[in-house]
């Protein structure tokens, strides 16, 4: 694993924070080289199991966990919550801090060369492991992102506005760029998954029929669809040019919640998108104000621009009559 100075990285940045963003920056780098081999880093999209929520694990998802967990040592973070992992691990029993990751959002995607990602939150740690993520995403004191991509960059924030840096991969070190601007608070696309529209509430229904309706629907205008099922693709993309992203609970057994993580997914990707002018919800309640029940609890999630997220928001407490009415019947949503 190659070094770094962070010196200029993490200006402004509490000093507690600066070892493990930059174990993070590091593992990330080496995670980014893995990656681009492909095929000649081994089957890294081989089937090597399931976590404990039944998902299927891949064998860079293990490797990308113990990557990190081994990283981490030694940075002052006393709590480790992985996606892989079913309970807290306890890494640095006089440290500070608990850190929760996904340590390889999107790996379904891998033998198919698309953007996958990290997706990291920073809490203080409490003296109960559980309890230092069993919390309100509100109380982060770090959370952010790595995607993997054409070009790997981390976003993370710290309560002060969103940071970028971009991995060189010439020189291996990581470079500032400028902050994240502000979504755009007007777009015309919106991401998800519709071959599950069957099983959508009728809300989520009715929202994405308007969409599709375009120019001769309630919203006067054409929208494009996009879904790439790594959410941290469909993250970086709502940040450079603003849209939203849903992802429902629905009708199928196990996914009245959604399917998406609370400590892991949810709560770090919310973070950011407010820092950066945006909004994330469950489609009714703001994710920063809510406290998971449990390590892996999921939730269903809608971000992005602020104008959609709140659209969607007013469609959930439509009455069943309008949610029922064809779409030409909610001159409500006319504009």
Avoid at 2 to 30: E, F, H, I, K
Avoid at 90 to 107: E, F, K, N, R, Y
Avoid at 183 to 196: D, G, K, T, V
């Amino acid at each position: 694993m190659m070094t770094q100075r962070s010196d200029g990285l993490w200006a402004g940045v509490s000093a507690q924070l600066v070892a493990p963003m930059t174990a993070l920056l590091a593992v990330s780098r080496d995670l980014s080289r893995l990656i681009a081999r492909g095929a000649l880093s081994g089957a890294m999209a081989a089937d090597v199991g399931a976590n404990t929520d039944g998902d299927r694990q891949k064998a860079l998802d293990v490797i990308a966990d113990e990557m990190f967990a081994t990283a981490l040592a030694a940075t002052g973070v006393r709590h480790y919550a992985s996606e892989e992992r079913e309970t807290v691990t306890v890494i640095d029993a006089d440290g500070a801090l608990a850190l929760a990751i996904d340590p390889l959002d999107g790996s379904s995607n891998i033998d198919v060369n698309v953007s996958i990602g990290t997706i990291f939150s920073i809490f203080p740690a409490a003296d109960d492991a559980e309890s230092s993520f069993l919390r309100p995403g509100r109380e982060q004191i770090a959370g952010g992102y790595v995607i993997y991509g054409p070009q790997t960059v981390m976003v993370v924030t710290f309560g002060a506005g969103v940071r970028q840096l971009l991995l060189d991969p010439v020189t291996g070190d990581w470079v500032p760029l400028a902050a994240v601007p502000a979504i755009p608070p007007q777009s015309q696309e919106f991401a998800i998954n519709a071959a599950n529209y069957r099983h959508w509430p009728k809300a989520v229904r009715a929202y994405i029929d308007d969409c599709l309706a375009g120019d001769t629907g309630p919203r006067s205008k054409n929208f494009n669809m996009r879904w790439v099922a790594s959410l941290v693709a469909e993250t970086h993309r709502i940040l450079t040019r603003g849209g939203v992203f849903l992802y429902p609970g629905d009708a199928r057994p196990g996914y009245a919640r959604g399917r998406l993580r609370m400590v892991y997914e949810c709560a770090p990707i919310a973070f950011v998108i407010e820092q950066a002018g945006g909004a994330a919800t469950d489609g009714s309640e703001r994710i920063l104000d809510q406290t998971p029940a449990s390590l892996h609890a999921r939730t269903p999630f809608v971000f992005g621009s602020s104008e959609k997220v709140d659209r969607i928001c007013v469609y959930n407490d439509l009455p069943e009559q309008e949610l029922s009415a064809l779409f030409g019947s909610r001159g409500l949503f006319r504009i």
